[in-house]
């Protein structure tokens, strides 16, 4: 993308801006189906980044993958597992939350040792271009094939332990006396209505 340096500054901002409060809305709010939402608009807007970046196929693959089909996934997954249920406080709640602190204090310093200690000047290479998705290619089969590979697994993982704990209460875990497990399991079935006398005549 060839744009004028004020064009770009400003859609950076505005990106930046929108992820931001889209990744504090994914925390913060209490309602977790918005905050999927919300992290489809983080999605989105990393894809703004990766446009401005001239990276095109990243930003297309991000669309695609991460908004279309990750996300989409993880929406699956809440409707299948999101029940209401009563609050209960938690035994020793607060070494939950302690933990969750140290884990999220430790990923801010490490990001934040990352953002001081890596070089952001420009490169002076030139562009890839139409080659980008050659090189992405090369870059997945060989350097990244392992985290490719994970990823794969994991979601694959998720799906199948969302579906797990969406028919958990459906499978008894003793079989009743007098019904067969099959009975129990089929759905009742629709009242069906009775014509009247009135139609019957009629044909």
Not at 22 to 31: D, F, I, P, R, Y
Not at 105 to 134: C, H, K, N, R
Not at 190 to 197: A, N
Request: proline letters at 3%.
């Amino acid at each position: 993308m060839n744009l004028a340096e004020g064009v770009q500054l400003v859609s950076f901002g505005l990106l930046a801006i929108m992820a931001i409060a889209a990744a504090l809305g994914v925390v913060l709010l209490k309602n977790i189906v918005h905050s999927a939402f919300l992290l489809a608009g983080v999605l989105i807007s990393m894809a703004g980044l990766y446009l401005l970046l001239n990276a095109g196929f990243v930003a297309a693959a991000q669309t695609l993958i991460y908004v279309g089909a990750i996300n989409v996934l993880i929406l699956f997954a809440i409707m299948l597992v999101n029940k209401q249920e009563d609050y209960q406080p938690l035994v020793r709640g607060w070494i939950r939350k302690g933990a969750t602190a140290a884990v999220c204090g430790g990923l801010f310093a490490l990001l934040g040792m990352m953002v001081l200690q890596t070089p952001w000047q420009l490169s002076t290479e030139a562009i890839a271009g139409d080659s980008a998705t050659v090189l992405i290619g090369l870059h997945f089969f060989s350097d990244f094939l392992l985290p490719f590979e994970l990823a794969s697994v994991l979601l694959l993982m998720a799906l199948v332990g969302a579906i797990i704990l969406a028919r958990r209460e459906e499978i008894p875990d003793q079989r009743p006396q007098g019904r067969e497990i099959s009975d129990i399991l089929q759905l009742p079935e629709r009242p069906r209505e009775l014509v009247s006398s009135s139609k019957e005549t009629e044909s």
